[in-house]
């Protein structure tokens, strides 16, 4: 109740839908994808929520170069919109023989899931749908079909896709529903950006400019930029099991 005071914003009720990009780093940053899906999901699970994973690309060696999945249930995105941004993670590789320590980066994107009451207006003449058979996991069925689809929404340039069910009408259903978020979204970061054009404020968040970062060598500490919230030692090491909520707590009291 205490943390549902800070949620304010219209769509903080809904369902979140998160994708999660690997960056520089390599087979390194794909594991460390793997490793914020495994937090997210630990997350929830220990909350009550149901994630659904929507589609996967698998990375050459190890992780995902992508993720995208929703987590579902009262406040899911109020509670994860916190999450945005680029995570940070130093440690020493498993991937090195020579055990040097690397650093890897991985881009947590959140949108909430748009309700169907909520009009976003997409022409089918600006879609280009292409199917095409999918990889990684699923079971053998998954490669035997061209099931998976591939929207490309041509005004914005946008691209989404779904890979994860067996039936192509509710991958396309679900690649949809992500489409719908990402233009939602989209229109409300322009007019965002008119009022910070107006108000002059001209901060940025680029590539690089890390929200959190999770340090597992030479110490062991998680460290959250914005709010200078950390934990060490064994609570650092929760923190990848899942335990998140004070740093969600002190975003949203910093109104971040």
Sequence with gaps: MEIKVFLSDKHDISNAIITIHSGAGGTEACDWVSMLFRMYSMWAEKNKFKVEIM??????????KSI????????????????????RLVR???????????TSFASV?????????????????????DTFRASGAGGQHVNKTD??????HIPTGIVVSCQNERSQHKNKSFALKILKSKLYQLEQEKKQQELNNLSGDK???????QIRSYVLHPYKMVKDHR?????????AMLVLDGEIWDFIKEALKNNI
Excluded: C
């Design 92 to 102: 020493i590789s498993p991937f090195d023989a020579n055990k040097r320590r690397h």
């Design 227 to 235: 709010t200078n919230k950390e934990k060490k030692d064994m609570a």
């Design 55 to 64: 589609d996967i690309q698998a990375g050459d060696e190890a992780g995902y």
């Design 68 to 87: 995208t999945f929703s987590v579902k249930g009262d406040y899911a995105y109020g509670y994860l919109k916190t999450e945005n941004g680029v995570h």
């Design 147 to 152: 099931s998976a689809i591939r929207i490309t």
């Design 203 to 209: 901060k940025k968040i680029e590539w690089g400019s």
């Design 109 to 129: 994107s959140v949108l909430p899931e748009i309700d169907d009451d909520i009009e976003v207006e997409i022409n089918p003449d600006d879609l280009r749908i």
